[in-house]
């Protein structure tokens, strides 16, 4: 018999009751750090006061009302993401996916309004992740996500992830829109693409016109000890994804571009019914007034070196569990040697949590106001995970 809840996800038999900062307590009373951080969601950590008021405060106000009218919360975020970034606007969705999904709309829409409708390919690289929509999975384009799922939405073609020489050819085709791609690979194993390459990839897309579109929805919101990943390669994009940390938990994400990207999205060619309502709003901007600040984020890059240190550590003591530490700030991956999938249950085992990606990978993804305390807990847990794992010689 299907379970009543649809059976789409692999759930480990763990059912988590509260929360503070890093800390999980599990319905039976133990507690977990958690390095997973609702995969890269919770950026400052559960029960954080400043967002429980936020939310509680609107709460009692009012929750919604509807984009048919004004939303101060909504005008008061956007004019602070614009504040921050490259973008001159932002619409407001209630997830990554969605915000996907208005990227490549607009794209399109901005090369049907220049009289070239038929510059409507979006590229996109291999090893990527943009949502479970029709156009995410179209935009991904991998054969576990698409399969029996056809026919998928047209209008996308697959690069190799990290060949300059194929994008710069592929980018000389007369119908590309625009390319997409996430400045740090999340799902895909936590994989950085290299300053230059963003680099040259601006220049290239500048050459013939391609907007740049960034997936900055796990890698944003000072994941990576910037406000947004791509800010250290000194390139912008011409239009962004946010999502996951932007909420802190409270569904909400966005879609940040440049007043000549979003030229073609006039009244009435897009919406949502609850893309930015007042209480998402009101929780997400108590997040920015957090994160988007210097010293926030000179803390999150100063606690990503310790982190960073602890986890080339581990890799060394723990030589025949683990390959290397990659990843950028406070998104860090360790390659496996053995299945990532033993690496997380033997995490549970000793009450830390990390999350899996592809390519034999497992994610650390803290809350970015994690503890110097926490760090060091976490370090000895996952060393007593990975002793368990393949224990070392005496
Ligand atoms: C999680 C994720 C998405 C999808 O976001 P949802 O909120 O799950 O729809 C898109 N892109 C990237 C890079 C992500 O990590």
Request: charged share 15%.
């Given at each position: 018999?299907?379970?009543?809840?649809?059976?789409?996800?692999?759930?480990?038999?763990?059912?988590?009751?509260?929360?503070?900062?890093?800390?999980?307590?599990?319905?039976?009373?133990?507690?977990?750090?958690?390095?997973?951080?609702?995969?890269?969601?919770?950026?400052?950590?559960h029960a954080h006061p400043g967002l429980t008021r936020a939310l509680t405060e609107q709460a009692q106000a009012l929750w919604h009302t509807s984009n048919l009218y004004q939303i101060p919360q909504q005008e008061a975020l956007a004019q602070k993401l614009?504040?921050?970034?490259?973008?001159?606007?932002?619409?407001?969705?209630?997830?990554?996916?969605?915000?996907?999904?208005?990227?490549?709309k607009m794209a399109r829409k901005y090369w049907t309004d220049k009289g070239q409708p038929d510059r409507h390919v979006v590229l996109a690289f291999t090893g990527s992740f943009h949502g479970r929509s029709s156009a995410g999975i179209a935009a991904a384009g991998s054969e576990k996500m698409t399969s029996g799922f056809g026919p998928l939405l047209p209008g996308f073609r697959h690069l190799p992830f990290g060949d300059h020489d194929a994008l710069t050819e592929a980018l000389k085709a007369p119908d590309i829109a625009a390319v997409i791609l996430e400045p740090v690979q999340g799902e895909g194993g936590i994989v950085p693409v290299p300053d230059q390459c963003l680099k040259g990839l601006r220049d290239a897309c500048d050459e013939t016109g391609a907007l740049l579109i960034f997936d900055e929805v796990q890698c944003g919101m000072g994941r990576t000890g910037k406000l947004f990943a791509h800010e250290w390669a000194g390139v912008t994009p011409d239009i962004m994804?946010?999502?996951?940390?932007?909420?802190?938990?409270?569904?909400?994400g966005a879609l940040l571009a440049t007043e000549d990207a979003a030229c073609g999205m006039t009244a009435g060619t897009h919406g949502s019914t609850y893309g930015g309502n007042p209480l998402a709003c009101a929780v997400g901007n108590a997040v920015m007034d957090n994160v988007a600040d210097e010293a926030f984020l000179a803390e999150v890059n100063r606690k990503a070196g310790r982190?960073?240190?602890?986890?080339?550590?581990?890799?060394?003591?723990?030589?025949?569990?683990?390959?290397?530490?990659?990843?950028?700030?406070?998104?860090?991956?360790?390659?496996?040697?053995?299945?990532?999938g033993d690496v997380v249950s033997a995490g549970f085992a000793q009450q830390v949590i990390v999350v899996p990606a592809a390519d034999n990978v497992v994610r650390l993804l803290p809350a970015l106001n994690i503890t110097d305390d926490d760090i060091t807990e976490a370090l000895d847990r996952l060393d007593k995970a990975a002793a368990v794992l393949a224990p070392v010689d005496a």
């Open positions: 018999m299907i379970p009543a809840i649809l059976p789409t996800y692999n759930r480990a038999p763990l059912s988590f009751v509260s929360g503070e900062g890093s800390w999980l307590v599990e319905a039976d009373g133990r507690r977990f750090l958690d390095l997973g951080a609702g995969i890269a969601v919770n950026v400052l950590g614009v504040d921050a970034t490259f973008a001159d606007t932002v619409f407001f969705t209630n997830s990554g996916t969605e915000a996907c999904e208005l990227a490549v994804m946010v999502a996951k940390g932007i909420g802190g938990g409270f569904p909400l982190m960073r240190q602890g986890l080339e550590s581990l890799v060394a003591s723990h030589p025949d569990v683990f390959e290397a530490v990659r990843g950028s700030g406070l998104m860090l991956g360790l390659k496996c040697k053995v299945p990532n």
